[in-house]
């Protein structure tokens, strides 16, 4: 590591200007998570793709599979894969080879991940898997129970492919990731950058730049200063740009903003296994005392519209329509003194990371005082490692922002939730229903598109009464790159084709 970090400090101060066939990017986190992560790097940096991706409404749509069909009312799926596809090596994509992802993907479950994690085990992604095989070239699961809609719920993350010669028999790395992508990592310096360089086997346009440096910057005025003085030339990943710093750069016209609706929500989780939120009166003042309007408009700076329904807008009909998030302080107030207000503050917890991505801090004292208006006292803790303060118990409310890693809003439902979902009980949110479970558990299995939209309604309606996590906003994307970098574009998963970026003409 020592002699690879010597190679890139070699590179030099500033990085080869747009035009030329490299490019600088920066991001606030480190898309590379190395050989102990179920997927090495981020789907981002375009070196492995998925069976299936989504498109701009989170519908599956084809991208190592060219097609794929349905049978046995749902327990039978068969890909086709997309024909002359090899991986970095040369090798050819075979259907065996996608099976040797799937059964590794079984195999290594649960395991966590620093993109989207593995922990609530692959049935969550595949459903109840009977078998996995490779027929006539395609790739066929048959699973134990119908599931509706197996293609989105594979999009993304869950269905990365890479060569099974990138695997140890643990399911670890044997060396870098062998991917089907545009790029290949070349190189990676752990928390500073990572760099890639086209694929000469991609069956794909080769893309416009030869080379592509994402430094990781976590401090937002750090990433603005960089992109300024010429050091890097486009910010890219969630939170690339604070709300509040996206209007000076759309002003400019030496850069490009791209703003584009994302899965990104950000929610209040509450601590129901302990007081006072184990109370719900003392959740419903809690969300009554909010003022999401002033928090959209003001603090998110118009990048991300107020909170209702649990699925946010991008998720198209399935989002539940009539859900409202009220603010109403009387109404809060009079149910803290029904209640009884707590005897000591409750804590409000940040990860210190986000605060990188998103103006945290500020919302977190916004909440802080207004809950204090209503009878609620509370304090702000701001922690690296909020998983291990959230296993511990020691929060009332926690303030992050999720999204879904594929286009099947059951991740959520089941992942988060599910009375028997491991975030749900590890991380004390205390939330037990019947009726909750009964409903998740039907939709996975509902064929019928209309009832199982129906369905997805009534979830919604259920949390909206029971408030285990309510949505405070649903957020855009902003993004910024030099004007002279032409070609960008941003999917819902906040997701950068690297592949298309090249310079303007």
Same mark, same amino acid.
């Given at each position: 590591?020592?002699?690879?970090?010597?190679?890139?400090?070699?590179?030099?101060?500033?990085?080869?200007?747009?035009?030329?066939?490299?490019?600088?990017?920066?991001?606030?986190?480190?898309?590379?998570?190395?050989?102990?992560?179920?997927?090495?790097?981020?789907?981002?940096?375009?070196?492995?793709?998925?069976?299936?991706?989504?498109?701009?409404?989170?519908?599956?749509?084809?991208?190592?599979?060219?097609?794929?069909?349905?049978?046995?009312?749902?327990?039978?799926?068969?890909?086709?894969?997309?024909?002359?596809?090899?991986?970095?090596?040369?090798?050819?994509?075979?259907?065996e080879s996608v099976v040797a992802n799937v059964e590794r993907f079984l195999r290594i479950a649960p395991r966590q991940s620093a993109f989207f994690s593995l922990d609530a085990g692959m049935e969550a992604a595949y459903g109840k898997v009977?078998?996995?095989?490779?027929?006539?070239?395609?790739?066929?699961?048959?699973?134990?129970?119908?599931?509706?809609?197996l293609p989105a719920r594979l999009a993304g993350f869950f269905s990365m492919v890479q060569s099974p010669r990138a695997f140890t028999a643990s399911g670890g790395f044997a060396g870098k990731p062998v991917g089907t992508g545009p790029y290949?990592?070349?190189?990676?310096?752990?928390?500073?950058?990572?760099?890639?360089?086209?694929?000469?086997?991609?069956?794909?346009?080769?893309?416009?730049?030869?080379?592509?440096?994402?430094?990781?910057?976590?401090?937002?005025?750090?990433?603005?200063?960089?992109?300024?003085?010429?050091?890097?030339?486009?910010?890219?990943?969630?939170?690339?740009? +604070?709300? %509040?710093? @996206?209007? $000076?750069? *759309? &002003?400019?016209? /030496?850069?490009? !903003?791209?703003?584009?609706?994302?899965?990104?929500?950000?929610?209040?989780?509450?601590?129901?296994?302990?007081?006072?939120?184990?109370?719900?009166?003392?959740?419903?003042?809690?969300?009554?005392?909010?003022?999401?309007?002033?928090?959209?408009?003001?603090?998110?700076?118009?990048?991300?519209?107020?909170?209702?329904?649990?699925?946010?807008?991008?998720?198209?009909?399935?989002?539940?329509?009539?859900?409202?998030?009220?603010?109403?302080?009387?109404?809060?107030?009079? +149910?803290? %003194?029904? @209640?009884? $207000?707590? *005897? &000591?503050?409750? /804590?409000?917890? !940040?990860?210190?990371?986000?605060?990188?991505?998103?103006?945290?801090?500020?919302?977190?004292?916004?909440?802080?005082?207004?809950?204090?208006?209503?009878?609620?006292?509370?304090?702000?803790?701001?922690?690296?490692?909020?998983?291990?303060?959230?296993?511990a118990g020691d929060y009332d409310v926690f303030l992050s922002a999720y999204s879904v890693p594929n286009g099947d809003a059951d991740y959520l439902f089941r992942r988060f939730l599910r009375s028997d979902a491991a975030w749900n009980v590890?991380?004390?949110?205390?939330?037990?229903? $019947?009726?909750?479970?009964?409903?998740?558990?039907?939709?996975?299995?509902?064929?019928?598109?209309?009832?199982?939209?129906?369905?997805?309604?009534?979830?919604?309606?259920?949390?909206?009464?029971?408030?285990?996590?309510?949505?405070?906003?649903?957020?855009?994307?902003?993004?910024?790159?030099?004007?002279?970098?032409?070609?960008?574009?941003?999917?819902?998963?906040?997701?950068?084709?690297?592949?298309?970026?090249?310079?303007?003409?």
């Amino acid at each position: 590591m020592a002699v690879l970090a010597a190679l890139l400090t070699g590179c030099g101060g500033q990085e080869a200007a747009p035009g030329s066939d490299e490019l600088t990017l920066a991001a606030p986190r480190d898309l590379v998570a190395g050989p102990e992560d179920p997927y090495y790097v981020h789907q981002t940096l375009r070196v492995w793709e998925p069976l299936v991706t989504v498109d701009d409404r989170l519908r599956p749509v084809p991208a190592l599979a060219a097609s794929w069909s349905a049978a046995d009312g749902g327990r039978r799926w068969t890909f086709t894969l997309r024909e002359g596809v090899r991986f970095s090596d040369g090798t050819p994509l075979t259907a065996e080879s996608v099976v040797a992802n799937v059964e590794r993907f079984l195999r290594i479950a649960p395991r966590q991940s620093a993109f989207f994690s593995l922990d609530a085990g692959m049935e969550a992604a595949y459903g109840k898997v009977d078998d996995v095989r490779a027929e006539a070239g395609a790739v066929v699961f048959t699973l134990e129970e119908p599931v509706a809609d197996l293609p989105a719920r594979l999009a993304g993350f869950f269905s990365m492919v890479q060569s099974p010669r990138a695997f140890t028999a643990s399911g670890g790395f044997a060396g870098k990731p062998v991917g089907t992508g545009p790029y290949t990592l070349a190189e990676w310096v752990k928390g500073q950058r990572a760099v890639l360089t086209a694929n000469p086997h991609h069956h794909g346009p080769a893309p416009a730049y030869e080379r592509i440096v994402v430094r990781v910057i976590p401090d937002a005025n750090a990433r603005v200063a960089a992109l300024r003085a010429g050091e890097v030339d486009g910010l890219i990943d969630k939170g690339a740009l +604070l709300p %509040a710093q @996206a209007p $000076a750069f *759309a &002003a400019d016209d /030496t850069f490009r !903003v791209l703003r584009s609706p994302s899965v990104l929500t950000h929610y209040l989780t509450f601590n129901a296994s302990r007081r006072p939120f184990s109370d719900p009166r003392l959740r419903e003042a809690a969300d009554l005392a909010i003022d999401r309007q002033a928090i959209t408009g003001t603090l998110l700076a118009g990048t991300a519209a107020p909170g209702s329904a649990f699925l946010s807008p991008v998720f198209g009909d399935l989002a539940a329509p009539g859900v409202t998030a009220a603010y109403d302080p009387a109404r809060a107030r009079a +149910l803290v %003194a029904e @209640a009884g $207000a707590p *005897a &000591a503050p409750v /804590t409000i917890l !940040v990860s210190s990371a986000e605060t990188g991505q998103f103006p945290y801090a500020d919302i977190a004292e916004v909440l802080r005082t207004s809950l204090a208006q209503v009878g609620i006292p509370a304090k702000v803790t701001v922690a690296e490692a909020t998983k291990a303060v959230m296993e511990a118990g020691d929060y009332d409310v926690f303030l992050s922002a999720y999204s879904v890693p594929n286009g099947d809003a059951d991740y959520l439902f089941r992942r988060f939730l599910r009375s028997d979902a491991a975030w749900n009980v590890e991380r004390r949110l205390g939330y037990r229903s $019947a009726e909750f479970d009964r409903l998740v558990d039907l939709a996975a299995t509902e064929t019928d598109a209309a009832a199982r939209r129906d369905l997805y309604h009534r979830i919604q309606r259920l949390l909206a009464a029971d408030r285990p996590m309510v949505p405070l906003a649903y957020q855009d994307n902003p993004i910024v790159t030099a004007a002279a970098v032409g070609g960008v574009r941003q999917s819902v998963a906040y997701v950068v084709d690297l592949g298309a970026l090249a310079p303007s003409t």
